[in-house]
Nanobody
Framework: QVQLVESGGGSVQAGGSLRLSCAASPYTYSTYCMGWFRQAPGKGREGVAAIDSDGLTTYAGSVKGRFTISADNAKNTVYLEMNTLKPEDTDMYYC?????????????????????WGQGTLVTVSS
C-alpha cells in the first residue's frame, strides 16, 4: 500500500507563494498519475493540477498560469508551486495517486473515485 505524505501548507497573504510537496512510499510503479485536489466544506474534491509518468500536466482553469506541478522521480515526490495566491485558493489540499491511470487529464476528473490519498495540508490566503 502506497502512502502519501504531504508538506508545505501554511498561511500567506494574497499575492504570495507556497510550495506543496507529496512524497510516495514505498514506490515500485513505473507508471503513475499524481496530483492535487482541494475540497471546500460540503463539496466534492476538485482537481487542481496533475502530472503523469509521461510528464503530461493538467491544470484547473482557475490556477492555470499561477500554479506549476512537477515531479522528481528519483525522490518519488511531486511538487505544487503556487504563485500569485488569491483568497479563493484557501482550502485543504490533498495529494492523490493512481498507478493504473490513463493520463493526467483523465486523473483530474476522478477525484471521487481514487483510493490513495495524503492526509491533506491547509492553505490559507488572506486578503
Amino acid at each position: 500500500q502506497v502512502q502519501l505524505v504531504e508538506s508545505g501548507g501554511g498561511s500567506v497573504q494574497a499575492g504570495g507563494s507556497l510550495r506543496l510537496s507529496c512524497a510516495a512510499s514505498p514506490y515500485t510503479y513505473s507508471t503513475y498519475c499524481m496530483g492535487w485536489f482541494r475540497q471546500a466544506p460540503g463539496k466534492g474534491r476538485e482537481g487542481v493540477a496533475a502530472i503523469d509518468s509521461d510528464g503530461l500536466t493538467t491544470y484547473a482553469g482557475s490556477v492555470k498560469g499561477r500554479f506549476t506541478i512537477s515531479a522528481d522521480n528519483a525522490k518519488n515526490t511531486v511538487y505544487l508551486e503556487m504563485n500569485t495566491l488569491k483568497p479563493e485558493d484557501t482550502d485543504m489540499y490533498y495529494c492523490a495517486a493512481d498507478y493504473s491511470c490513463g493520463n493526467s487529464g483523465y486523473f483530474m476528473g476522478r477525484g471521487n473515485y481514487l483510493d490513495t490519498w495524503g492526509q491533506g495540508t491547509l492553505v490559507t490566503v488572506s486578503s
